[in-house]
């Protein structure tokens, strides 16, 4: 199991972020926040999907308002994201279970003061969250949009709180673009001891945003950076969340869920493999248990893989075998491959022991 750097824990809601504790998942609503039932729907996708924790944006005061009917209703703790307006902070603070803002934009000290002694009142964290597209004007001026104008921009924000008194905060620093989001997060992580929410900003659509999410996110985690992550997704819910568990999983970082090991489509396919992992996908996607399980074409390589995963199908030509811990349990025709199998990883999935 991956390291990971020594994190404080806080809370957010009922959900632990840092120290040893699993790394949560986050997105946020589209939808104009005052609208309380199109965010509450979208908040309930979203847990459908598996999201721990939900973000909404607050640009007004209507927005401010409507939170308290927005969190009695809400089944993920609620975060509101904030700019500008220090006293949409004040509002929120009386419902929400975070806010987030970069305190260079609220104004004043004092007015940072006031939100950081109305979080503090409920014991509610504050996440800094720096952008390098709209870095302080001090910041931008002297470093431009660079990594490290964003590790400065941190460091001071930090500061600021800590000076305040407040310790109880987490930090992202994103960027549109995998190497300076990579980059910046190493640059801060062994200067200070919060926990980092990990995320590449303006990621683009469901393909692009995949590719960049998993090179840097991927990329953190590995080297035990990162305790809480969003994917973000141009107008996709449950599909940050589906993204962003998978880093995890495939990442080694966090063990839950199915790894489904098949082979790539080549000449030398005995079967129908497209269609028998889609099924296998579909109907294993709710099971959690960490199993590796594998679904092979042809005889290249199907024994070899199925004698180390938890249960296999090797495919051969119009019939095939299921494995389990590699000791052959059926040989039968190609049409009912797929059943015996998926009942052989349900039983797998019941029996895992962790």
């Known amino acids: 199991m991956i390291k990971r750097y020594p994190t404080k824990q806080i809370f957010v809601g009922n959900v632990p972020i840092g120290g040893d504790a699993k790394i949560p998942v986050q997105s946020m609503t589209f939808s104009k926040t005052h609208d309380v039932d199109?965010?509450?729907?979208?908040?309930?996708?979203?847990?459908?999907a598996g999201c721990d924790i939900v973000r909404v944006a607050v640009p007004n005061e209507e927005d401010a308002?409507?939170?308290?009917?927005?969190?009695?209703?809400?089944?993920?703790?609620?975060?509101?994201?904030?700019?500008?307006?220090?006293?949409?902070?004040?509002i929120a603070a009386e419902v929400v279970d975070c806010i987030r803002i970069n305190p260079g934009n609220i104004g004043t000290k004092a007015r940072v003061k006031e939100v950081v002694k109305a979080c503090n009142e409920r014991g509610i964290p504050i996440r800094i969250g720096v952008n390098s597209g709209s870095l302080e004007k001090e910041f931008d001026e002297k470093y431009g949009p660079t990594s490290k104008g964003m590790v400065e921009s941190a460091l001071y924000n930090i500061k600021y709180l800590e000076d305040l008194g407040f310790t109880n905060m987490k930090v992202s620093l994103k960027a549109s673009d995998v190497e300076r989001t990579v980059e910046a997060y190493r640059m801060l992580r062994?200067?200070?001891?919060?926990?980092?929410?990990?995320?590449?900003?303006?990621?683009?659509?469901?393909?692009?945003?995949?590719?960049?999410?998993?090179?840097?996110?991927?990329?953190?985690?590995?080297?035990?950076?990162?305790?809480?992550?969003?994917?973000?997704?141009t107008g996709e819910l449950e599909e940050e969340i589906k993204v962003g568990q998978a880093i995890l999983k495939d990442s080694g970082v966090q063990a839950e869920?199915?790894?489904?090991?098949?082979?790539?489509?080549?000449?030398?396919?005995e079967a129908n493999l497209v269609n028998a992992v889609a099924e296998v996908e579909r109907r294993t996607k709710h099971i959690k248990a960490p199993l590796n399980i594998s679904?092979?074409?042809?005889?290249v390589n199907a024994i070899g893989e199925a004698k180390h995963a938890d249960v296999a199908i090797a495919f051969?030509?119009?019939?095939?075998?299921?494995?389990?811990?590699?000791?052959?349990?059926?040989?039968?025709?190609?049409?009912?491959?797929v059943d015996t199998f998926l009942d052989a990883v349900e039983r797998a999935a019941k029996e895992y022991k962790a």
């Open 316 to 337: 051969g030509k119009g019939q095939g075998l299921v494995m389990v811990k590699g000791e052959v349990v059926a040989k039968l025709k190609e049409e009912n491959l």
């Open 190 to 233: 062994p200067l200070v001891d919060y926990p980092f929410h990990l995320g590449v900003t303006e990621a683009g659509t469901l393909f692009h945003s995949t590719v960049k999410s998993s090179i840097a996110l991927g990329t953190l985690l590995l080297e035990g950076i990162g305790d809480t992550l969003r994917v973000s997704i």
């Open 257 to 269: 869920g199915l790894n489904i090991i098949s082979c790539p489509t080549c000449g030398r396919l």
């Open 295 to 299: 679904v092979m074409g042809c005889v």
């Open 65 to 90: 308002r409507a939170l308290k009917s927005i969190k009695a209703q809400s089944s993920l703790p609620l975060v509101a994201d904030i700019h500008f307006n220090y006293r949409l902070a004040l």
């Open 38 to 48: 199109a965010t509450v729907e979208q908040i309930r996708r979203l847990h459908f």
